[in-house]
């Protein structure tokens, strides 16, 4: 028994030794804190695209809100790039732990989503206001949760809308989940959600120009991190010619 | 006879409790105390410990109602393939609770497998509503209940029972007089290890139920939204639902240990 426990205590130790030791700089990974509106086109085509012109490059995506994101590396500090949906998180993550070489990459337009066959007959965003419509929105906070408030005042039909809200989701991606689910009436997301790229099974109903929000997405290194260097070619990638390339095949407006 | 309890025992002994307790501690330490006058108001604590109040409570009594009974055919009956019943049954407890959530969507929800046919012959949805969050946290909770009375239901000796139908006693007699008796501190940790589990249901309540206060947000889900926009009003949250956990199993920890 005595033996037994002096091994449960000694082999960890010498596992975390080992551990250090063995360790290898073969591959470099490139850690990304990216928008979960950008989870397509970042996973599917300027992830891939990235590590196949960089030997020995894993690029790592962590996708969430951009809010949440900005907490993260806020607190923990382990992104090297981090793209962000709204300027505002930008802001929080160039204040502490700061950035460089911060660029507009890529702008967005929301989009009212429904069910197929669009059961509530939502024609216009006025629409979402009607009794009995059963609305699913991001939680405030959210840039995209945000920028839908900020339409539906545009339109001039906040209040009444938001008495139709059944549910406040964590992410953009919950919202277009609850939707394509059939679980509510209609969404607000984002307008390269309803791409064809993106291949969601909703409806699109759009949302006029003279109420419409424009997301600016900005991308930056994060200072402090791991391979800033590496980050810096990802950012240049993202805003060169080949990424700005794929997203707008995702439906991605480019940043003026 | 007692043995000298040996020291690595005793070392990794305090490493689990630090471990446990720090956590705990550290939220004590960042609570922004001086806020404390205000933080509930901005938090919508009240509406959403009402909200966990009921939503745990009626978790708790259909997770007795339904799992009682599930345990005691587990436990008693012979029909085949009780141990694959019994794998399903509990599965919740080592299942994601998001996982539970998209499989309740699935089933239940307004485009569900069921649920479209509820939907629309009875017009009912369980998705958005506290109905929704309440079958959630079953979900979730009910494993618990069956676990609990099925390994009492097993400790019991049946020759009590054999006793009592010797003296006359029908079954129906024999186990309200005999049985329920004897299981009273199953049932009891059941109910208990239900409710705290309710209590603190995240997962499955807001990929089902959705988020909205007032309607299907328990204090967890109040917790989450907090966490970025008010960060001392999560803490002060997450330590109302801390202290209501501790209460109820430091209230019950003597019913339940009575029967072992």
Redesign the interface.
Known sequence: MRVFLAMVVVLPLLAACGGTSATTDETSELTVFAASSLTDVFTERIGPAFEAEHDGVRVVFNLGASDSLAAQIRSEGTADVFASASGTWMDAVADDPGITGRADFAQNRLVIVTPPGNPAGIAAIEDLSEPGVQLVLAAEGVPVGDYAREALANAGTLDGTLANVVSNEEDNASVLAKIAAGEADAGIVYESDVSAAAGSDVNAVEIGDDVNVIATYPIAVVSGAPSTELAAVFVAYVTGPDGQAALASYGFDPAT | MRSRT?L??W??AAIGVAFVSLPLLALLIRAPWSDLGTAFTGAGAGTALRLSIVVSLAATVLSMVLGVPLAWVLARSTMPGRSVLRAIVVLPIVMPPVVGGLGL??AL???GVVGRWLHETAGIQL??TIWGAIVATTFVSMPLVVLATESGLRSIDRRYEGAAAALGAGPRYAIRRVVLPMLGPSLAAGAVLAWARALGEFGAT?TF?????G??QTLPLAV??A???DPGGAIFLSLILIAMSIGVLVAMRDRITQGH
């Open positions: 040996p690595p025992l070392i990794l969507l699935a929800g307004r485009g998705t958005f807001i139920a959705g988020n909205l206060a309607r299907t989450y939204e966490r970025l926009t």
